[in-house]
């Protein structure tokens, strides 16, 4: 990315003098993945480092609750993220006051909330769960019913792999990954035949199901890596073929695939300006942090 130079540049001093790490999601532009980061990965994996960060600033080039959720688990960092409109539909769809409700509605049924919620709904919460242990969570609480929120299709996705369990939902979704259908897949098969389709479980249960594989976007990753397919449809963002295909020329991605665009609000420029400014700070009220933190440690001790 020679034109973008003088910004990677920049952020490797900055990243020097501030003491700094870039944490990005697996959703980043490669100029972004491939460059400046420090630690890239799934929200799993980006809440498990945050929590070993050691140096003095957290820039999260991501979405704005996995820059809270890094605030949270290492309440002493400065977690910095670039954009501040960076927000994730699944988080907008529900409040606080909702997850009382549903405790008022449901008495004794345990609550398993999305990372990809704000702090103050994973206040209200039993644990989190991430696309990439959300099996293993449920499993964990030994419950015969459980309130998975705020994503209905992952909820309903979840429910397929663990059928011993009534799993209660809520009608949020991720409006990247709703707008894939069955048909997209089967057309993508028509033209390909012998393609590898690998879905993101943020997908509608019908999408899923069409697909030969499905788990977060580091496991998706993984079973690109080692499985090796000639050709492959990665039913997710877009960026995730462009991380894997800088490296792996030998794979060809397929669409179709969708852009998120709160992800897309980080670039190398707004990167390089919240290390000259130190702007824009997350931080977690501290009325909510210690029970927000504890429903997300509580998911962080689940073995996967
Ligand atoms: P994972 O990286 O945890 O699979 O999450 C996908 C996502 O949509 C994050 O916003
Ligand atoms: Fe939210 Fe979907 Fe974007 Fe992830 S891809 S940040 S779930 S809107």
Redesign the pocket.
């Known amino acids: 990315w020679p034109a973008l130079a003088p910004d990677i540049e920049a952020i490797l001093r900055l990243k020097r003098e501030r003491n700094a790490v870039i944490l990005a999601h697996n959703?980043q532009a490669p100029e972004i993945f491939h460059t400046v980061s420090d630690i890239v990965g799934d929200s799993l994996a980006l809440a498990r480092e945050a929590v070993n960060v050691d140096a003095d600033v957290i820039v999260l080039a991501g979405?704005h609750f996995m820059a809270e959720t890094a605030k949270l688990l290492n309440p002493a960092k400065t977690v910095l993220i670039p954009d501040m409109g960076a927000g994730?539909?699944?988080?907008d769809s529900i409040t606080a006051e909702d997850v009382r409700g549903l405790r008022r509605k449901y008495p004794g049924v345990p609550v398993v909330t999305y990372v990809?919620t704000s702090a103050a709904v994973k206040a209200e919460s039993d644990l989190c769960c991430t696309s990439g242990n959300a099996v293993a969570v449920v499993r964990s609480l030994n419950a015969p019913r459980v309130l998975m929120i705020p994503d209905e299709f992952l909820a309903q996705n979840v429910q397929a792999e663990v059928p011993e369990v009534e799993i209660l939902t809520w009608a949020g979704h991720?409006?990247?990954?709703e707008r894939f259908t069955p048909a997209d897949i089967r057309d993508v098969r028509d033209s390909y035949p012998g393609v590898t389709v690998i879905a993101h479980p943020?997908c509608p249960p019908d999408v899923v199901a069409e697909s030969d594989f499905s788990g977060s976007t580091a496991m998706m990753m993984d079973f690109v890596v080692q499985k090796r397919p000639s050709q492959v449809v990665l039913v997710t963002?877009c960026s995730m073929a462009d991380n894997i295909a800088a490296q792996n020329p030998d794979i060809e991605f397929i669409k179709p695939c969708n852009m998120?665009p709160?992800?897309k609000r980080m670039s190398l420029a707004n990167i390089r300006r919240a290390l000259e400014t130190m702007t824009h700070e997350v931080t977690v009220d501290p009325a909510l942090a210690d029970r927000a933190r504890a429903a997300v440690e509580r998911m962080l001790a689940v073995r996967t």
Request: glycine share 0%.
């Open positions: 959703y979405v994730c539909s699944l988080a990809n991720c409006e990247v990954h943020e963002e998120c709160h992800m």
